[in-house]
């Protein structure tokens, strides 16, 4: 009994080592899996939370997008408007310049009328002061050749009915000549008692 004694206290403790093992072990898995269940706990709350920050988030985006496509938008505008302001520009340069154009055209037009203006005046009045002068000299020739006629008239005792020919007074003007209308009109000497006349109209003598 002394012997078997030991041998019992020993079997005892290892069966209560054994027991304390296993309760230990069951102690472990336990911790192990709470461990594990607050682990994925914490997952889902993280979970959740970035459930909850994510719509937000995406709101947000959305708007940075909105709003980097109204940016974009605004400066294709604006690059468009600077285009369609410099073609503006250049088109008013063009006119601009096709006005001056015009303008310093119609400038030369005028002066050319101008010039051309004075050039008729000058001519008319050097053809009007002309035909005064052939129109004087004329009627200064049939003096001359009235004057022949009545000198031939008187010395040759011709009636006034007698009409003289150009010989017959030549000797009576200058030159012994019957004078030429210097408008190129054509003499005729009528009667000695009626007055020569030019073919010219206005060659004719005073009344």
């Known amino acids: 009994m002394k012997l078997l004694l030991p041998w019992l206290c020993v079997l005892g403790l290892l069966i209560g080592l054994g027991a304390l093992y296993s309760a230990n072990q069951k102690q472990a898995a336990d911790l192990a899996k709470l461990s594990q269940d607050s682990q994925e706990l914490q997952q889902l709350r993280a979970a959740a939370e970035e459930a909850k920050k994510t719509p937000a988030e ?99 005792k011709k009636a006034a009915e007698d009409v003289p020919a150009a010989g017959d007074i030549a000797p009576y003007l200058r030159g012994n000549a019957v004078p030429a209308c210097p408008a190129g009109g054509v003499y005729t000497l009528n009667a000695a008692g009626a007055e020569a006349t030019c073919s010219i109209p206005g060659h004719v003598l005073p009344k």
């Open 58 to 156: 995406s709101d947000e985006l959305t708007r940075l997008r909105k709003e980097n496509e109204d940016l974009l938008r605004l400066r294709n505008e604006v690059r468009q408007l600077r285009g369609e302001k410099q073609q503006l520009s250049k088109q008013v340069e063009s006119a601009q310049a096709q006005a001056q154009n015009a303008q310093a055209q119609v400038q030369n037009a005028q002066a050319q009328v101008q010039a051309q203006a004075q050039r008729l005046a000058a001519q008319s009045t050097a053809v009007t002061g002309s035909a005064l002068t052939q129109a004087a000299t004329c009627i200064n020739n049939l003096r001359q050749i009235d004057g022949a006629k009545q000198q031939w008239a008187l010395e040759n």
